[in-house]
């Protein structure tokens, strides 16, 4: 009977004692997975600009928001800097795929697109260039992307598209639309591609917001009802500032049904002569 009792009681101890280590081990891998999404994420915030350029009459305003699901923090990057010129130059884009080699890949588009445009004006030749210089190096993955340029004296901006979602714009006298350039292929995909440049011209007050698929594309939702439910979006608050435009439609993120990074870059200008159009 006693022998039994023991039996028994040792039994359970080893149990409990069991119980406790198995515990203790995954409370130690997941503090080790939330250090490495912590490290992760942080890397990906490092790549993106600390500050945007400013110009009068012209508020620009940046989101970033990783996904919310593990290491999948991906590709997905904005990117705004003064050219030697005067003029300013603004970037969106994503890299396919969503681990640490996309972000890296992320940062070496980027690095590569500032060296390339502070040496031509033309921003199909910049997404030229730096297509054919991403497929020299050792790696399979590709990466879209919206390059454009605009002029601080005539308001013109001047965009080429590799294989990115479209812009959104929204004027205050009501109108609003999606950028129809016609674009080419992602970066890092054929050599030699060329890259058709449209132009624009910031007059009406209004805002340009340029967006990565993680806010308009899902499960839940077709990238062309994505892009309409953005244009109105836009339109709607087509009166607040950049940052609060920024916010809005980081936002609308969750009506895409998946936990896909996101971008945004926010354009919003005044009327040339100086009126809001309020």
């Not at 600009?49 to 009459?57: E, Y």
């Not at 940062?107 to 991403?134: C, K, Y």
Request: glycine share 10%; with cysteine.
């Amino acid at each position: 009977m006693n022998r039994r009792r023991t039996s028994r009681s040792a039994s359970a101890e080893d149990l409990l004692s069991t119980l406790h280590h198995l515990t203790a081990r995954a409370r130690e891998e997941v503090e080790l997975h939330q250090a490495r999404v912590e490290l992760a994420e942080a890397l990906q915030r490092k790549m993106l600009p600390a500050t945007l350029p400013s110009l009068p009459g012209l508020e620009i305003a940046a989101r970033y928001a990783p996904a919310r699901n593990g290491l999948d923090i991906g590709g997905d990057w904005y990117d705004g800097f003064m050219l030697p010129d005067g003029a300013l130059a603004f970037a969106i884009g994503d890299v396919q795929g969503h681990d640490v080699e996309a972000a890296a890949f992320m940062g070496q588009v980027r690095i590569a697109m500032r060296a390339i445009a502070a040496s031509t004006s033309d921003p199909g030749e910049v997404l030229h260039r730096t297509n054919d210089l991403l497929l020299t190096v050792d790696t399979d993955l590709f990466a879209t992307c919206t390059f454009s340029r605009l002029d601080p004296v005539t308001r013109e901006i001047r965009s080429a598209r590799a294989g990115h979602v479209a812009s959104v714009w929204a004027t205050v006298d009501g109108r609003s639309g999606l950028t129809d350039d016609e674009g080419g292929v992602p970066l890092g995909i054929t050599p030699g591609a060329v890259y058709p440049v449209t132009t624009r011209r910031f007059e009406r007050t209004g805002s340009l917001v340029l967006v990565t698929d993680g806010l308009v594309e899902g499960p839940s939702l077709s990238i062309e009802d994505g892009l309409d439910r953005m244009r109105r979006l836009v339109g709607t608050y087509v009166h607040s500032s950049a940052e609060e435009l920024a916010d809005r439609v980081l936002g609308a993120a969750e009506a895409t049904g998946h936990e896909d990074d996101a971008a945004v870059l926010v354009l919003r200008h005044e009327d040339r002569r100086g009126r809001t159009g309020r």
